[in-house]
Every structure is written in structure tokens, then in C-alpha cells.
């Protein structure tokens, strides 16, 4: 009451400051106690004192403090995160942070900076990261250079800078990250680069700055973990210049398609003269691609050409022979063979997600690829009626192959053979047709992860799973079984290592008591968006220590003697179920509150039943399981006229006896 009424005569008196008063109410919500707030938003002008002086980690965005002085945090002294973003910063004065030994990250972006004094970022032992995005920096000359010795990050993309060179007595020594994005840098002069020299393992980028020119031999010798120049159209300037450097990933990525001149052998010539590891050229397009374009390319051991437009590959291309990794997602290939895998022997990646147009998976297309352990052909509209052996002929040390969301696969006995060491299996979303009684699968002895959810199978079929030894994690969400039941003999009888099972939204009603027997390693069930009915929890009473989801099911009533199944478990997820909170449940529902500390979504767990106490927390009911006054009445008059009725087959019975005697 009392701010509401001093609000109110201040309100009279000085309605703008009103509305400083109000926020200091507003709470700052806690992450971690004592360590970790977020007052973000709150219109703030000033650390609220309900902030504990041990706060580590304080996100502050979004407020207001146009002036940062060494007053303003000097509360916070074990502050080592502190984010500013937007709080329309403009003067960062003097000794600021001298009293936060241990910040080591300062988020400033966002903020129209005016002046940052030459010490304002005293006082931290270790300043790591410093964020300095959007702030109107149009030269590093205004960046502070006092105390930036541990200076590993260094952010300050989307401002107006157009050279990179910084001060001599900048420390770049320990720099890891340096970030130009979205700046006006168009010329790299050695001296810029030379500044750096200092620092190793440097990531440098110039995303989304048009460089439209490099001096010649600005970086020679020098050495990056990773360079990024995406955006450049015309990358002639940008290889030329970096002859002789050497860099683990260079991304050369583009985003519009406006007026890209297309990529040409002669624009690769500089790769020739440099060491790189990983190139991206994605939503690139090539001009006149030929079996020479990648000639430069012999050191590449990752390639990613991410719709870059490609409907095939040219037979034999020179430099890719140690390729190991390589990227053909959203392209145009009608036949996998057009990739002309032959030229890549090396390769132990491919993934080709996304194509653009229905892709014929052809006949022993990657034989050649002797020693590839991951494909990823997902989202390409791939249809076989008879899948796999002859698609994917020779792979024999595959390891992980994802044919998700494709089209109808038909599967035979069998039909992954010619990959016997496959880990892991991804079909989900793809239709599947098994055609034979045997299993598709049969044989994987190093499968471990087998995703069928949302593959239309008939999962009634027994041998399905047959000759999988090992595999643990197994998801079968939205497949049906015959007649909505789990019977005693079915499909997870052969895969007794199974850790993992995934049975949500298959449309089940009910579960055989003996379903699961032989499932005794099982760490996780999801049983979730079915329509089990609470004995249904019968199935699983062998399991213990287990993640239970039974969410959303038509579970009203628990059974006490299914109690102790619960029990037993370590996690349960019982949230948006019909259940029945009448004495007829008592047992349960006293068991749960007892046991609340087992529940996940506990807010979502509530009554349908009685109508008067729908929606409320199951863990909020308060039951007297009594007897009533009216059965009391009803009880005491029986027992009334069981006493007479007693009495009288007594005497009635004595009189007998002495009229016998
Ligand atoms: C937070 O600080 C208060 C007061 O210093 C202390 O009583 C409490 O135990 C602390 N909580 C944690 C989780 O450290
Ligand atoms: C802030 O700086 C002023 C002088 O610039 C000094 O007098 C004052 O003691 C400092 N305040 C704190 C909290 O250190
Ligand atoms: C270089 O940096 C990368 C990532 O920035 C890191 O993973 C790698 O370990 C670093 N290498 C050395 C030698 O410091
Ligand atoms: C690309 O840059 C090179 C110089 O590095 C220049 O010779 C060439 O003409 C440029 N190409 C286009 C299309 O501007
Ligand atoms: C760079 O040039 C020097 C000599 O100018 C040469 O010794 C070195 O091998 C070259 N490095 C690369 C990566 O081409
Ligand atoms: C398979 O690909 C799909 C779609 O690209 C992706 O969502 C899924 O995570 C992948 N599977 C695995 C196991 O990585
Ligand atoms: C299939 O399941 C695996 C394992 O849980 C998962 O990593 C993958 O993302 C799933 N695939 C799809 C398409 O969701
Ligand atoms: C309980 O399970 C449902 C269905 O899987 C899920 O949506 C929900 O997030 C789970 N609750 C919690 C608290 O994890």
C-alpha cells in the first residue's frame, strides 16, 4: 500500500519520476540464488537493491542508463558476466569496472556510444569478451586499449568502421575472435593484417563487408584458425590476397543471389598458394564448371557447396582426392550417380539433404567410396520400391546413414546387407513397406539407434526387429499396432538391450502385462499421447529407476497395488490426464502428494473428475474420505435392526431348544 500511495503523491507532484519509483518494484527474476539475475527490461535506472551484492551473472538489457560511472555497479564486486545491451549507453567514464576484478565479459552493443574513457575498462584482472556491436564505432581508435591484455574476443560487427587498423599499442596478443561483420571495410592493407601478427589461432571476420581489394602479400606467412569473407561477390580479390597464409576454414558463402558473376577455375588459382582445410562457397554459382575448377583444392579436406545451383559434377576432377568431408545439400541432382563420386575416394562425409528435385538413388552410385562412414540423404524426395542393398552397394564401413522424410521406401529381407556397420539408422518420417516376413534390419549387429517414428509401419509384424543385438534407443512414435493393443508376443521381444523406447502417439489403448518382460535394461519409456488407461502401468512393474512419460493418456484411476510400480521409478510424466480425484483414487492421489518430488510437469497434472474440481493441481486436493453424516444415519439404523433381528433368533432358537428337551 505504502508506494502505491507515495506514488500517488508523487505522481501529482512530478509525474516522470513516478515511473522510476514504480520499476524499482519490479523484480529482477533470480536463475541461480545468489549468482544469477535477470533484470532485463525493467526500465532501470539504476541497480535495484534487491539485487544480492554476490550477483556473478546479471543480464541488464533493455534498461536505462545513459551515464556509466565507477559508482554504478560498485556494489556488485564479484560481478564476472555483465550484459549492458541497449540501455542507451552513451559516456563510459573513467575506472568504471575498478571494482570487479573478476568480469570477464562486458556486452555493450546496442548503445550509442559516445565516449569511452581511456581507463573506463580498468579494474578487471581478465577481461576476455568484449561486445562492442551496433555502438556507431567508425574507428578502433575509440576502443579503450588500457587493460585489454586477456582481450580473447573481440565483437564489434554492424558499426562504420572502414579500416581495421588498430592502434600500436592495441594488445592483440591473446586475441581469438575479432569480428568486423557488417562494417564498411573494403581494402585489407598489410600493415592491418600485420597488427595481428601476434595473435594465433585468430578467427577473423569480414561477413557481409564488400572487399574489393587486398594488398599483395598482406597475408603472407600469417595463420588463422578460421577466415570469413561471405558476401564477397567477386572472390578473385579475396583468394589473389590471401596467397601464402594458411587457414583450418575459410567461408566464402554468399547470400543473395543479385548478380553473383559466377564462380570460375581462374577465380581459384590463389587457393593454389595457401593452406586451407574447410571451405564453404554455399548459394555460390559456378560458371563453366570443369574437371579442372577444383584443381586448387588438393589440401581441402572438408568442401561445402550448399546450394550452389549444381545438377551434376564433371567426371574425374582433379584435387579432390583427399577430400574427406563434402556438402551437396539443396542442389539439383535427378540421379545420385550425377555426383560422380569417383573423383572423392577419400571421403568419409556426404550429405545430400535437401535436394531440390526428386532424387533417383540409381544403382552402386557411391561404390566407390569405400570408406565412408556417414551419409546423410534426407529431405530429397527419394522413392524406391526395393531399397537398399543395390542404392548403397559396397558401403561397408557406413556407420551412420539418415533417409528421413523421403518418400515410400519398400524394405526387403535384409536390406541394409551391404552395410553391416551401421550405428545408426534414421527412417522417421519416410513410409516404409516392408514386403518380406523377415526383417529389413536383420544382421545390423552394431545398430544402436534406430529411428521408425512416423514411417506408416505395421508394427503387428513380430520379426521386424529380428538380429539387432545392440540396439538401445529405438523410436516408434506414430506408428499403429493391430487392434490398439501391445499383445504378450510382439516386436521388442528380440531387442532386449533396448535403453530407449519411443512409443508416443501410436494409438495405443491397452498393454499387455507381459509385454515388456523382455526389456530389462529400459532407462527411459515414453508411453506419451496414447489412450492407456491407468492398470495399463502394470506392463512396466519389473522396470526400475526409469523416465516414465504417460503423458496425456485416459489415465483416471491408479490401482493402490500398482502404486508400488510407481514407485520404483525415478521420473514420471502423469501431466494432462483425465484424472479421477474422488475417494475412489484416494490411495493415489495421498501417494503423489507424497511423492511430488518424482513428478515432471506437476502444473499440467490435474482433476477432470468430479466437474467441481476440474483443472485443479492434483497436488492442491484436499479429500476427507470419511464416512458422511446421511451413511452414518442409514449405518447406525442397520446396525439397529440387526440387533433386534439377533435377539430374536436367540430367544426363538432357546425356546426351541427347551421345548425339545
Ligand atoms: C544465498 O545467500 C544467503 C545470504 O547470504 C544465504 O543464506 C543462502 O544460503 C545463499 N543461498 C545459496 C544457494 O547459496
Ligand atoms: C569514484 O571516483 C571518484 C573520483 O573520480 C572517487 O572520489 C570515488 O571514491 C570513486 N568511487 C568509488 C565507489 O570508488
Ligand atoms: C584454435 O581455436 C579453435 C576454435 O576457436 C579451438 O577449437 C582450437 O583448440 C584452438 N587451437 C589451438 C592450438 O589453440
Ligand atoms: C575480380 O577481381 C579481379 C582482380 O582480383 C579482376 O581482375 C576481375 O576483373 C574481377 N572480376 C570482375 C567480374 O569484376
Ligand atoms: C610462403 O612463402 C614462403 C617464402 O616466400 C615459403 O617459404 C612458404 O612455404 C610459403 N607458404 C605457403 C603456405 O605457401
Ligand atoms: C536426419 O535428418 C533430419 C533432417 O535433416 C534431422 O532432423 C535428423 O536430426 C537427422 N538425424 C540424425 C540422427 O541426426
Ligand atoms: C530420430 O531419432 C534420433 C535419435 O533420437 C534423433 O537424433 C533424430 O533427430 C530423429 N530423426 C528425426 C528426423 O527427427
Ligand atoms: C511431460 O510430457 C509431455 C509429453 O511428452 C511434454 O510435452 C511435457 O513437456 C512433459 N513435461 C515436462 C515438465 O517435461
Not at 573481440?154 to 579500416?163: F, Q, V
Not at 568486423?180 to 577473423?204: G, M
Not at 543479385?258 to 593452406?275: I, K, P, R, V, Y
Not at 536390406?415 to 534390419?441: I, M, Y
Amino acid at each position: 500500500m505504502a508506494p502505491r500511495v507515495s506514488c500517488f503523491l508523487l505522481a501529482v507532484l512530478f509525474s516522470a519520476s513516478c515511473r522510476v519509483i514504480t520499476s524499482l518494484d519490479w523484480m529482477c527474476s533470480e536463475k541461480e540464488a545468489n549468482k544469477t539475475y535477470n533484470c532485463e527490461n525493467l526500465d532501470l535506472r539504476e541497480i535495484p537493491d534487491t539485487l544480492p551484492d554476490t550477483t556473478e551473472f546479471l543480464e541488464f538489457s533493455f534498461n536505462f542508463l545513459p551515464t556509466i560511472q565507477n559508482t554504478t555497479f560498485s556494489r556488485l564486486t564479484n560481478l564476472i558476466f555483465l550484459d549492458l545491451t541497449r540501455c542507451q549507453i552513451n559516456w563510459v567514464h573513467e575506472d568504471s569496472f575498478q571494482s570487479h576484478p573478476q568480469l570477464d565479459t562486458i556486452v555493450l552493443t546496442g548503445n550509442p556510444l559516445i565516449f569511452m574513457a581511456e581507463t573506463s575498462l580498468n579494474g578487471p584482472k581478465s577481461l576476455k569478451h568484449l561486445f562492442l556491436i551496433q555502438t556507431g564505432i567508425s574507428s578502433l581508435d575509440f576502443i579503450p586499449t588500457h587493460n585489454l591484455e586477456n582481450l580473447e574476443s573481440l565483437y564489434l560487427g554492424s558499426n562504420h568502421i572502414s579500416s581495421i587498423k588498430f592502434p600500436e599499442s592495441f594488445p592483440t596478443q591473446n586475441l581469438k575472435v575479432l569480428d568486423f561483420q557488417n562494417n564498411a571495410i573494403h581494402y585489407l592493407s598489410r600493415e592491418d593484417i600485420n597488427v595481428l601478427k601476434q595473435a594465433t589461432n585468430l578467427s577473423l571476420n569480414f561477413n557481409g563487408n564488400d572487399i574489393k581489394g587486398i594488398e599483395p602479400g598482406a597475408f603472407h606467412s600469417k595463420v588463422f584458425q578460421s577466415l570469413n569473407f561471405g558476401g564477397t561477390l567477386n572472390l578473385s580479390v579475396i583468394l589473389n590476397g590471401l596467397r601464402n597464409s594458411t587457414t583450418q576454414s575459410l567461408w566464402l558463402g554468399t547470400y543473395q543471389e543479385l548478380d553473383d558473376q559466377g564462380l570460375t577455375s581462374a577465380m581459384f588459382e590463389g587457393l593454389c598458394e595457401m593452406s586451407v582445410e574447410s571451405i564453404n562457397l554455399q548459394q555460390h554459382h559456378f560458371s563453366g564448371l570443369s574437371s579442372t575448377t577444383f584443381r586448387c583444392f588438393t589440401g581441402v579436406q572438408e568442401l561445402d557447396l550448399t546450394a550452389t545451383h549444381l545438377d551434376r559434377l564433371p567426371s574425374g576432377i582433379e584435387g579432390l582426392s583427399s577430400l574427406k568431408k563434402l556438402v551437396l545439400n539443396v542442389n539439383h541432382f535427378d540421379q545420385l550417380c550425377q555426383i560422380n563420386a569417383a573423383s572423392f575416394p577419400s571421403l568419409t562425409d556426404l550429405y545430400i539433404k535437401g535436394n531440390v528435385r526428386k532424387l533417383d538413388l540409381g544403382a552402386g552410385c557411391l561404390e566407390k567410396l569405400e570408406n565412408l562412414q556417414k551419409l546423410d540423404l534426407s529431405h530429397s524426395d527419394i522413392e524406391a520400391s526395393d531399397c537398399c542393398n543395390l542404392q548403397l552397394k559396397n558401403l561397408r564401413h557406413l556407420q551412420y546413414l539418415n533417409l528421413s522424410h523421403n518418400e515410400p521406401l519398400g524394405l526387403q529381407s535384409q536390406a541394409f546387407k551391404e552395410c553391416p556397420r551401421l550405428e545408426l539408422l534414421d527412417l522417421a518420417f519416410t513410409h516404409l513397406r516392408v514386403n518380406a516376413p523377415q526383417s529389413p534390419f536383420q544382421n545390423l549387429h552394431f545398430l544402436q539407434v534406430l529411428n521408425l517414428s512416423h514411417c506408416l509401419l505395421d508394427i503387428s509384424n513380430q520379426h521386424l526387429l529380428a538380429g539387432l543385438p545392440n540396439l538401445r534407443h529405438l523410436n516408434l512414435q506414430s506408428n499403429s499396432f493391430q487392434e490398439r493393443s501391445i499383445p504378450e508376443t510382439n516386436l521388442l521381444q528380440t531387442v532386449g538391450s533396448l535403453e530407449i523406447l519411443i512409443l508416443s502417439s501410436c494409438d495405443l489403448h491397452s498393454i499387455d502385462q507381459q509385454a515388456f518382460h523382455s526389456l530389462g535394461k529400459m532407462s527411459h519409456v515414453d508411453l506419451s499421447h496414447n489412450s492407456l488407461p491407468g492398470n495399463s502401468i502394470d506392463a512396466l512393474s519389473h522396470l526400475k529407476g526409469i523416465y516414465l512419460n504417460l503423458a496425456t493418456n485416459r489415465i483416471s484411476v491408479i490401482p493402490p497395488h500398482l502404486l508400488p510400480v510407481l514407485s520404483q521409478q525415478s521420473i514420471i510424466n502423469l501431466s494432462h490426464n483425465p484424472l479421477d480425484c474422488t475417494c475412489s483414487n484416494i490411495h493415489f492421489i495421498t501417494w503423489y502428494k507424497e511423492n511430488l518430488h518424482k513428478f515432471e510437469g506437476s502444473e499440467e497434472t490435474t482433476c477432470a473428475n468430479p466437474p467441481s474440481l476440474r483443472g485443479v493441481k492434483l497436488s492442491d486436493v484436499e479429500l476427507s474420505c470419511g464416512i458422511t453424516a446421511v451413511g452414518m444415519f442409514f449405518l447406525v439404523v442397520f446396525l439397529f435392526l440387526l440387533t433386534i433381528l439377533l435377539i430374536f433368533s436367540v430367544k426363538h432358537l432357546l425356546r426351541w431348544k427347551y421345548q425339545h428337551i
